[in-house]
Structures are given as structure tokens and as C-alpha cells.
């Protein structure tokens, strides 16, 4: 379902978090689940990933993560500051230890001057521990590209909280 380099890093990020006894939640607008999904592909995977929140629109964002809609309204939903606070309330919103959150612009519009197609952030929050955010710009490379692409960044940042 998913190429080989992301099952890989799935399978990583699984190993590395049930060694160090960390839990996981996914909180993704773009991707619409797909880091949720290459990690629940593998068997066993229930000992590590606790949920995932798609939260495509708006309203999902405030009402299922608790992200402040005048957050969404000064910065835009495409933000570090929405993807940070995406993490946060997944953290908050779960029991997991570790929450990883994704939005982005995967095209083929939506994009704008100051904020292109193929723009996504991404926040990291774990807990007892600073949190951490992203920023890549793939370009206009595709939809499914940019969704592939995000799902890798979204799998290394977890990969490297859990080393």
C-alpha cells in the first residue's frame, strides 16, 4: 500500500517507541490520515498508536484538538503556530505520549502568493518536552507527492523525538 522507504521508517518509528514505551497520536488535515495509516499497516501496531485526528477543515482543528480559532484567523490554518497547536491538542486530546500534526497545501489550488502549493507544517509535542515544529516546501510536485513527502517529514520527526 505504502512504498518501501515509508513502511521502513513505519516500522522504525514503532520499534523506537515501543522500546521506549511511547504511545502515539497523529493529528493530520492534508494527509487526511495517511501517517496514521502507514503506521496501523503493520501488525502489532496497537501497542503503540493510541489515534489519529483528521481534521481537514477548521472547525475540526477547534473542536476536536482545541486549536484557538483566532489562531486559525490571525495565522491561517496553514501555519507553524495551527500545526503546533495541532500537536499540542492531540498530546492533550489522547493518551498518547507523542503527537505529530500535519497541514498543509497539497494542490492542486488552495495555494496563494504568500503561501504556495506544496507548503505544510508540522508540529511535534511530547510529553515533559519542548515542542517542535517544521516547515517544508515541496512545490508543486502533485498531490499524492506532497501527501507521500508529508508523510515521511511527519515519520523522521517522530523517528528523531524517539532517539
Given at each position: 500500500m505504502f512504498p518501501d522507504d515509508i513502511q521502513a521508517l513505519a516500522r522504525a518509528v514503532l520499534d523506537k517507541a515501543r522500546a521506549a514505551g511511547v504511545t502515539i497520536a497523529t493529528a493530520e488535515s492534508c494527509t487526511g490520515g495517511l501517517v496514521?495509516?502507514?503506521?496501523?499497516?503493520?501488525?502489532?501496531?496497537?501497542?503503540?498508536?493510541?489515534?489519529?485526528f483528521v481534521t481537514y477543515a477548521n472547525t475540526a482543528k477547534t473542536q476536536m484538538l482545541g486549536v484557538p480559532e483566532a489562531l486559525i484567523a490571525e495565522h491561517g490554518a496553514v501555519s507553524?503556530?495551527?500545526?503546533?497547536?495541532?500537536?499540542e491538542g492531540a498530546l492533550g486530546a489522547s493518551g498518547a505520549?507523542?503527537?505529530?500534526?500535519?497541514?498543509?497545501?497539497?494542490?492542486?489550488?488552495?495555494?496563494?502568493?504568500?503561501k504556495q502549493v506544496g507548503l505544510v507544517h508540522f508540529g511535534l509535542a511530547r510529553a515533559g518536552r519542548p515542542a517542535g515544529r517544521r516547515e517544508m516546501r515541496f512545490g508543486d510536485?502533485?498531490?499524492?507527492?506532497?501527501?507521500?513527502?508529508?508523510?515521511?517529514?511527519?515519520?523522521?520527526?517522530?523517528?528523531?523525538?524517539l532517539t
Amino acid at each position: 500500500m505504502f512504498p518501501d522507504d515509508i513502511q521502513a521508517l513505519a516500522r522504525a518509528v514503532l520499534d523506537k517507541a515501543r522500546a521506549a514505551g511511547v504511545t502515539i497520536a497523529t493529528a493530520e488535515s492534508c494527509t487526511g490520515g495517511l501517517v496514521a495509516a502507514a503506521l496501523t499497516a503493520i501488525a502489532g501496531s496497537s501497542d503503540v498508536v493510541d489515534r489519529g485526528f483528521v481534521t481537514y477543515a477548521n472547525t475540526a482543528k477547534t473542536q476536536m484538538l482545541g486549536v484557538p480559532e483566532a489562531l486559525i484567523a490571525e495565522h491561517g490554518a496553514v501555519s507553524a503556530e495551527v500545526a503546533l497547536a495541532m500537536a499540542e491538542g492531540a498530546l492533550g486530546a489522547s493518551g498518547a505520549g507523542l503527537a505529530v500534526s500535519i497541514t498543509g497545501i497539497a494542490g492542486p489550488g488552495g495555494g496563494s502568493a504568500d503561501k504556495q502549493v506544496g507548503l505544510v507544517h508540522f508540529g511535534l509535542a511530547r510529553a515533559g518536552r519542548p515542542a517542535g515544529r517544521r516547515e517544508m516546501r515541496f512545490g508543486d510536485i502533485g498531490r499524492e507527492a506532497v501527501r507521500l513527502a508529508s508523510v515521511r517529514v511527519a515519520l523522521e520527526m517522530l523517528l528523531d523525538a524517539l532517539t
